[in-house]
């Protein structure tokens, strides 16, 4: 499945290196956001994590009725 170039944007602002992003100064992980992730959009955000965030978005991954076994296993391997 393909993502499309804003999703990835919307992904990365709100996902990806948030505690380290200036630009973004207190963003935490939105779980409505999160929420309207398709499987795909979950296994980009699995491969592009930092995992200096904390695991809660992991978390979230992982327990997401959505979740396929390709994506818990890329999380198990990176870990």
């Known amino acids: 499945m393909i993502i499309l170039p804003h999703r990835i944007k919307k992904i ?9 992003n200036d630009e ?8 409505n956001i999160f929420d309207s992730l ?7 955000l699995a491969s592009i994590y930092n995992w ?3 695991v809660i978005v992991l978390k979230w991954i992982i327990e ?3 979740c ?4 818990a296993m890329k999380i198990f391997w990176m870990a």
Do not use: H, L, R
């Open 12 to 20: 990365e602002k709100n996902f990806f290196e948030f505690s380290f």
């Open 24 to 31: 973004y100064e207190d963003i935490i992980p939105d779980k």
């Open 38 to 44: 398709t499987s795909a959009e979950q296994y980009y």
């Open 52 to 54: 200096d965030d904390g």
């Open 64 to 66: 997401s009725p959505i």
């Open 68 to 71: 396929d076994k390709g994506t």
